[in-house]
């Protein structure tokens, strides 16, 4: 995996939401299933203003655990790795039985919530 992120790809410097987003794309996650609060201003507008392959593509989801489920599904059916985004507290409790279910599959998922 490469660990460096290319701070010249854009005019401006690269963000921590920059830095996330490319290292969730360079660790083989392709998508990154968000129910987003407003803790994740940043990462929107990351998202928002990359137009390359260099960062994941976000998929909106209506609820946190449906999030969980989609992300686990499509690493059950491609192997590769995925991304959750949930609001603070509440998102994290409405999602947590379907993190239960990821995790005793053992299924490879990053889970942030904020």
């Given amino acids: 995996m490469n660990m460096e992120i290319d ?3 854009k005019s401006e410097q690269r963000t921590a939401a920059d830095a996330i987003l490319i290292r969730l794309r360079q ?8 129910n987003a ?6 990462i929107v507008e990351s998202m928002a203003g990359e137009e390359s392959d260099a960062m994941v593509e976000p998929v909106l989801v209506p609820h946190e655990a449906v999030a969980v489920a989609m992300a686990h599904g499509y ?3 491609t192997g590769e790795p995925q991304a959750v985004m949930v609001h603070v507290s509440v998102g994290t409790a409405n999602a947590l ?6 995790s ?4 490879p998922m990053i889970f942030m919530a904020g």
Avoid: K, Q, W
């Fill in 97 to 102: 039985c379907a993190v239960m279910n990821a």
């Fill in 27 to 34: 660790a083989g996650v392709r998508y990154l299933f968000a």
């Fill in 7 to 9: 701070t010249c790809a």
């Fill in 104 to 107: 005793r599959l053992e299924i």
């Fill in 75 to 77: 690493t059950m059916v």
């Fill in 37 to 42: 609060g407003t803790d994740f201003a940043s």
